[in-house]
Nanobody
Framework: QVQLVESGGGLVQAGGSLRLSCAASGRPFSGYPMGWFRQAPGKAREFVAVISWSGVTTDYADSVKGRFTISRDNAENTVYLQMNSLNAEDTAVYYC?????????????????WGKGTLVNVSS
């Protein structure tokens, strides 16, 4: 079983930056792809970014490409999401998730483990 705990959320002005962290525990997670999803008020949970266990392969939602960067440190069992040039549309609860294997279609119903989320609030 994998436990995921997010941190780093908060209130930030539009144009600012935040870095989210996701600490994994319970079992080695270096073999698992890890991702970030987000859910804005009144909206469905959506894919944000994913990274392979090696860190070589990443994928991003079109809405965050060029602004967000996902990375991981397997020695520290931690995944990061660096978010730059934030805007009001990025306001959401951000969730860390893990999957036992890579897929070409990332969706919230395809992930195996979830954290409880951290709130990012971007003021305009």
């Amino acid at each position: 079983q994998v436990q995921l705990v997010e941190s780093g959320g908060g209130l930030v002005q539009a144009g600012g930056s935040l870095r989210l962290s996701c600490a994994a525990s319970g079992r080695p997670f270096s073999g698992y792809p890890m991702g970030w999803f987000r859910q804005a008020p009144g909206k469905a949970r959506e894919f944000v970014a994913v990274i392979s266990w090696s860190g070589v392969t990443t994928d991003y939602a079109d809405s965050v490409k060029g602004r967000f960067t996902i990375s991981r440190d397997n020695a520290e069992n931690t995944v990061y999401l660096q978010m730059n040039s934030l805007n009001a549309e990025d306001t959401a609860v951000y969730y860390c998730a893990a999957r036992r294997a890579w897929t070409n279609r990332w969706s919230s119903d395809g992930m195996d483990y979830w954290g409880k989320g951290t709130l990012v609030n971007v003021s305009s």
